[in-house]
Structures are given as C-alpha cells and as structure tokens.
C-alpha cells in the first residue's frame, strides 16, 4: 500500500485539477495558456488549430492560382484581399497555436513533411475562373456554419482569433455569391461554367469540410458513429467543439439549397428535397463510402498543394536565414521578418497525426 | 483667370476631354497594373507568411491605382472606353508600362530591387503629380503617394535585412539591383508631351525627379552595404509599346478568361 502512496497522491492531483478544468469549463469559462489543461485537451486544441492554419494556407492556392486572371479589375481586386485575408487567417491561427507552445516553423514542417494535414477540401483542384466564385460561396460558407460556433470555443487564444476570421468570412461568402450570381446573369456559356464549377465542388464542400459522419442519422453505420460520437463527446464535453459534424453539415445545405435556386444553379445532388416534417432538406447522406470518395486521398492535386508549398518554403529559406541573421547583429531587433525565421526542430511539440477534415 | 472650380473639370465627367493627358496617365495606369499583375504571381510563393500578406497588400494597392488611373483615360481620351475596356481588351503594343515594371520576378532579391527603384521614383512622381492643377488628379497623387511610401518602406527594409544579412542574401541582393538598374533611366524619360503638360502645370515631369531619387536610392543602397550599379546600357521602348518577349505571355494571361467569353458579364 505505501508504495503506492505517491503515486496515489499524483493521481490526485491530477484528478483534482482535472474537475476543476472541467467545471471552468463547463461554466463556459475560457481556458487560457497559462491554466493547467488535460494533456488529451492540449492535443485536441493544438491539432484542430494546426490543421485549422493549415486549410488557411494550403487554401490560398486554388483561388491564388487565378489571380492573374481575374477578368475584371474589381474582380481581381477582391480576389487578392480575399487571398489576402486566407493568409491572415493563417498567421492568427498558428499565433494561437504558439501559445501551446509550439513553433510555427515546426508546425509549417509537419505540414510540409505530411505529418499533419490540411483539409482535404483543398486537394480538388480549381479548373476555371468560377471555381474561385465556387471556392468562396461553398467552401467558405462551410467554414462558416463550422467556425461560427468556434467563436465560443473554450480555448480563449482559439476564439478570438475566430472571431476576427469569421468576420471576413462571411463577408467572402457574399463575394463568391455575388462573383457566381454575375456569370448566372451573363451568357449562357458562363451560366455553363458556373453550373460546372458547382458541381465539381459540392460533394468536397459537404463532405469533406464537415469532417465524417459522426452519428447513424448522418449515415455512419452503428460501429463507426459509436467511435464518431465519442469523439465529439469528448470534443464538446471539452467545449472545443459544439455540434456534431453531421448537425453542422445539415446546417449548410439548409443554407445552400435556396441561395441555388436564386442562382438558377443545381446543386448535384438528386435525393435533395424539403422535408416538412423535420423542417429541413434532406439529402444524400455523406456516409464513409461518399466520404472516402470525396477525399480522392493521394491523388494529383494533394501532392501539389504540399508540393507547392514546400517549394515556397525551400525556395524562400535563405531570405528567412538573412533575416534572422539580421535581427540578430541589430540591436534595436527586427522581428518584422523573422516571424517563421527560426531554426527548424526546437518545438515542444510536433505534430504526430494525421488529422482529419475539420476545417 | 480660372477658378479652382473652373479648373476641376479637366477630368469631371462632363465630356471635355485631354488626349495628351490621357497619353501620360496610361503610362502610370499601365505602370501600375503590369507591376500589380507581377506582384499577383509572388502569392502563395513568398518566403514567409507574412510576405505573402505584405505583396498582396502592396498588389492590391497597384491594382487599385492602376483603376483609378485608367477610369481617368477613358474619360480624357474621349472613346468612353471604361477600366477594364483598358485593361483587358488592348493587344500588348498598346499597353505603354515602363520595361520595369514588366521584368520578370527573379528571386526574392530581384524583385526587392525592382520595388525598390520604382517605389522611390513612384512617391517622387505621385507627390509631385498632387501639386497638378486638376483637384481630383492632385488628390489622386496625394493618396498615392502615400499608399507608395508604404510600398517604399517595405522595399527600403528588405533592401537593408538582404544586404547586411547572410554573404548569400548580399550577393543576390547586389545581383538584383545590377539586373534592373539598366531599366530606371526609363523611368525619367521626357518627352515633347511631358515637357508641354509640364509647362501648363496639368502633369508634371519626371525628369527634374530624377537627382532626388539617385541620391534616395543611393542613401539606402549604401545603408545596406552594398554598391549603386553603374550599366554600360539602358532599356527603352515601353513607352512606345515596344516590350520584352516575356510580355505577350504577361498580356495573354491577364485578358485570358476575359477573352474566352466574348460579350460576358463579370
């Protein structure tokens, strides 16, 4: 027995710390970096953020890579500040990651190792000019519905930086509606490039923005949404997450359906119909095989996201070293610059999963 | 003589016209958007999070600039023609953008130095340019010369952290400038056109900037260790249409999607 003492008293300890991070929590209070926090917490916050970063910055491509295309100047002046934007959604939300402390260069180097992941969203390519639109209306209206709750979210770094991103989002949401809504009005062959773009992106923005189903309702057989639902148990009894992913993707394709039909564009998705009884639309359930086909995992487009990335990344390390060296010799400092400067593989943390889609 | 009110309406939308005016104001628009457009191509590549923000920002300023400056022609030329008439539906001999700007973007260094000598011979022109008589283009100038001093900020820090940072930094740093100093002078050219719009005070020239802008240039140059280049040859022709082989491609790109859909609403 008194060997066990100490251990006992640790245990304790824990246990004792562990009710009252879960009664702050539970009063809706915010955690911040310097409370204690479950190790299983810590992880939870610091991979959905991470991989949160990531989409920001793996997101930038598709609709950066149409930027000196843009077929009119408003047009591309909206596109670069959206771009723009996704890019400062990246830095508030690796800051945040930092306060758990890790180090964005560390995190960037899981990214760019394949350790962690961005959402797989991303790894669609956009094929014409009203993919940008379609990117914008779809997958950041996902982000949307998702990230609304977030600004609640009980990692106090996490939400605040949440409510600034989803500010701007919203407002990306009506530009890539009022981007499509132009070409629904123009000439029958941009109509056909807007209908085109929609379709394509669909399935990506439902299923894979949302995450996988995580309740039988959401088409998850029993097994698998017995183990979705835990996770979103621990998630939400944590206060990291608030819905389920299947509530929230219900959410969106309420939203989605009518603004459509104001668009004159179908959504390709036939089992779509309103449902009287529930009082929302029905639709073709994302369950693990619709799942795994809207991931095209491995495919093309997700080793050129990362690729692309790693080029910029490689291509730019002298400047980051030059500025780094310079911030050092000067004595009134620079850190302007140096920001992800640093040298590589000091982080207290590196990222070990594969996360999934939650972007 | 004229009133300040009298005067405003070189450039009101009430149908006068000033071709020669015009002809100077495409140059700037077109200055502006080439290096815009150049600028775009940076994003998603930059070194850092934070450059890719930086370069967007000052793309998104050019851009801007550029639909201020070409809405300003349409209306001076007298052919109505709006912005994105300007922009999208002229071959690329019409377009008559300083070679500078249109330079393809090298590595970071190189396109530090290009931002670099634009921005100082830019802040120097635009402020001069909101001394003009026409409120609303004196007012442009003033806007934009702020905008660019910002722009000048960025390449003036860059400038010094790449020369005085590592000895690869300084090398390519100097290798930047070495590349795009034959293509300043251009910057400076005076014309029959620039000397007249001069002398009525409706736009000035660029050339009498040009002492201020060695010596600022020439300030920051030094600061970063390294040395002013002195070419053996200059670039010319921009100003006539006359451009680089790169250009086409830069041409085609931007009016790409604009041209697939004839008649198209965006």
Same mark, same amino acid.
């Given at each position: 027995?008194?060997?066990?003492?100490?251990?006992?008293?640790?245990?304790?300890?824990?246990?004792?710390?562990?009710?009252?991070?879960?009664?702050?929590?539970?009063?809706?209070?915010?955690?911040?970096?310097?409370?204690?926090?479950?190790?299983?917490?810590?992880?939870?916050?610091?991979?959905?953020?991470?991989?949160?970063?990531?989409?920001?910055?793996?997101?930038?491509?598709?609709?950066? @890579?149409?930027?000196?295309?843009?077929?009119?100047? %408003?047009?591309?002046?909206?596109?670069?500040?959206?771009?723009?934007?996704?890019?400062?959604?990246?830095?508030?939300?690796?800051?945040?990651?930092?306060?758990?402390?890790?180090?964005?260069?560390?995190?960037?180097?899981?990214? $760019?190792?394949?350790?962690?992941?961005?959402?797989?969203?991303?790894?669609?390519?956009?094929?014409?000019?009203?993919?940008? #639109?379609?990117?914008?209306?779809?997958?950041?209206?996902?982000?949307?519905?998702?990230?609304?709750?977030?600004?609640?979210?009980?990692?106090?770094?996490?939400?605040?930086?949440?409510?600034?991103?989803?500010?701007?989002?919203?407002?990306?949401?009506?530009?890539?509606?009022?981007?499509?809504?132009?070409?629904?009005?123009?000439?029958?062959?941009?109509?056909?490039?807007?209908?085109?773009?929609?379709?394509?992106?669909?399935?990506?923005?439902?299923?894979?923005?949302?995450?996988?189903?995580?309740?039988?309702?959401?088409?998850?057989?029993?097994?698998?949404?017995?183990?979705?639902?835990?996770?979103?148990?621990?998630?939400?009894?944590? #206060?990291?997450?608030? $819905?389920?992913?299947?509530?929230?993707?219900?959410?969106?394709?309420?939203?989605?359906?009518?603004? @459509?039909?104001?668009?004159?564009?179908?959504?390709?998705?036939?089992?779509?119909?309103?449902?009287?009884?529930?009082?929302?639309?029905?639709?073709?359930?994302?369950?693990?095989?619709?799942?795994?086909?809207?991931?095209?995992?491995?495919? $093309?487009?997700?080793?050129?996201?990362?690729?692309?990335?790693?080029?910029?990344?490689?291509?730019?390390?002298?400047?980051?070293?030059?500025?780094?060296?310079?911030?050092?010799?000067?004595?009134?400092?620079?850190?302007?610059?140096?920001?992800?400067?640093?040298? %590589?593989?000091?982080?207290?943390?590196?990222?070990?999963?594969?996360?999934?889609?939650?972007? | 003589?004229?009133?300040? *009110?009298?005067? =405003?309406?070189?450039?009101?939308?009430?149908?006068?016209?000033?071709?020669?005016? =015009? !002809?100077?104001?495409?140059?700037?628009?077109?200055?502006?958007? !080439?290096?815009?457009?150049?600028?775009?191509?940076?994003?998603?590549?930059?070194?850092?999070?934070?450059?890719?923000?930086?370069?967007?920002?000052?793309?998104?300023?050019?851009?801007?600039?550029?639909?201020?400056?070409?809405?300003?022609?349409?209306?001076?030329?007298?052919?109505?023609?709006?912005?994105?008439?300007?922009?999208?539906? /002229?071959?690329? /001999?019409?377009?008559?953008?300083?070679?500078? *700007?249109?330079?393809?973007?090298?590595?970071?260094?190189?396109? !530090?130095?290009?931002?670099?000598?634009? *921005?100082?011979?830019? !802040? &120097?022109?635009?402020?001069?340019?909101?001394?003009? &008589?026409?409120?609303?283009?004196?007012?442009?100038?003033?806007?934009?010369?702020?905008?660019?001093?910002?722009?000048?900020?960025?390449?003036?820090?860059?400038?010094?952290?790449?020369?005085?940072?590592?000895?690869?930094?300084? /090398?390519?740093?100097?290798?930047?400038?070495?590349?795009?100093? &034959?293509?300043?002078?251009?910057?400076?050219?005076?014309?029959?056109?620039?000397?007249?719009?001069?002398?009525?005070?409706? =736009?000035?020239?660029?050339?009498?900037?040009?002492?201020?802008?060695?010596?600022?240039?020439?300030? +920051?140059?030094?600061?970063?260790?390294?040395?002013?280049?002195?070419?053996?040859?200059?670039?010319?022709?921009?100003?006539?249409?006359?451009?680089?082989?790169?250009?086409?491609?830069? +041409?085609?790109?931007?009016?790409? +999607?604009?041209?697939?859909?004839?008649?198209?609403?965006?």
């Amino acid at each position: 027995m008194s060997a066990a003492e100490p251990a006992a008293t640790a245990a304790d300890g824990e246990d004792e710390l562990t009710a009252r991070f879960e009664a702050l929590v539970g009063a809706g209070e915010a955690v911040e970096p310097r409370d204690w926090m479950p190790d299983g917490y810590r992880r939870m916050v610091l991979r959905q953020l991470a991989q949160h970063a990531h989409s920001e910055i793996i997101g930038m491509q598709p609709e950066g @890579a149409w930027l000196t295309r843009a077929p009119s100047l %408003h047009r591309k002046s909206v596109l670069i500040a959206k771009v723009q934007d996704e890019a400062g959604h990246g830095l508030y939300l690796y800051s945040a990651a930092e306060t758990l402390g890790v180090d964005r260069a560390d995190l960037l180097d899981a990214l $760019h190792q394949g350790r962690q992941r961005a959402s797989a969203t991303f790894d669609h390519p956009a094929l014409t000019w009203a993919d940008t #639109g379609t990117i914008a209306w779809l997958t950041d209206g996902a982000a949307v519905i998702n990230q609304a709750p977030l600004c609640r979210t009980s990692y106090g770094p996490y939400a605040r930086a949440m409510r600034r991103v989803c500010q701007e989002e919203a407002f990306h949401v009506r530009q890539g509606y009022d981007l499509l809504r132009a070409l629904c009005e123009g000439t029958p062959e941009q109509k056909a490039m807007a209908q085109d773009a929609v379709d394509r992106w669909w399935l990506p923005a439902v299923a894979l923005m949302f995450g996988p189903p995580d309740t039988e309702a959401g088409g998850a057989d029993a097994r698998t949404a017995a183990v979705g639902a835990a996770v979103s148990r621990r998630a939400m009894a944590w #206060g990291i997450k608030r $819905h389920t992913n299947d509530e929230l993707r219900a959410r969106f394709v309420d939203s989605c359906v009518p603004q @459509a039909e104001r668009l004159g564009l179908t959504l390709p998705d036939p089992a779509i119909r309103w449902n009287e009884e529930r009082g929302h639309y029905d639709f073709t359930p994302v369950d693990w095989d619709v799942y795994r086909r809207a991931l095209g995992e491995d495919t $093309h487009w997700a080793r050129q996201r990362v690729a692309h990335r790693r080029a910029a990344h490689e291509d730019g390390a002298w400047v980051r070293e030059a500025a780094a060296a310079y911030a050092a010799r000067t004595p009134d400092g620079d850190g302007a610059a140096g920001q992800d400067a640093g040298a %590589h593989g000091h982080g207290q943390e590196r990222g070990q999963h594969r996360t999934e889609v939650r972007a | 003589m004229a009133t300040t *009110t009298e005067r =405003a309406t070189a450039t009101e939308a009430d149908g006068r016209t000033d071709p020669r005016l =015009a !002809v100077q104001l495409l140059r700037l628009g077109d200055d502006a958007l !080439v290096l815009g457009q150049r600028l775009c191509q940076w994003i998603t590549r930059a070194p850092t999070i934070e450059e890719d923000l930086a370069l967007s920002n000052i793309a998104l300023d050019l851009v801007g600039q550029a639909r201020q400056l070409l809405t300003l022609v349409g209306r001076l030329d007298g052919t109505g023609r709006d912005e994105d008439d300007l922009a999208f539906a /002229r071959t690329d /001999r019409e377009f008559t953008n300083a070679l500078l *700007t249109e330079l393809p973007n090298g590595d970071f260094a190189a396109t !530090v130095a290009r931002q670099l000598v634009y *921005t100082h011979y830019a !802040v &120097a022109y635009y402020g001069a340019l909101g001394g003009c &008589a026409d409120p609303e283009l004196a007012a442009f100038g003033q806007r934009a010369a702020k905008e660019t001093a910002f722009h000048r900020l960025h390449a003036d820090t860059w400038t010094e952290r790449l020369g005085l940072g590592t000895a690869e930094s300084a /090398r390519r740093m100097q290798e930047g400038l070495d590349h795009v100093w &034959a293509y300043t002078a251009e910057l400076f050219d005076e014309d029959d056109l620039l000397r007249d719009l001069a002398a009525a005070g409706t =736009a000035p020239s660029p050339a009498p900037l040009r002492p201020g802008w060695e010596r600022s240039t020439t300030e +920051v140059i030094t600061r970063a260790g390294l040395t002013v280049p002195s070419p053996r040859w200059r670039a010319r022709g921009g100003r006539a249409g006359l451009h680089t082989e790169e250009f086409a491609s830069l +041409v085609a790109e931007l009016q790409s +999607v604009r041209r697939q859909f004839p008649g198209g609403t965006w």
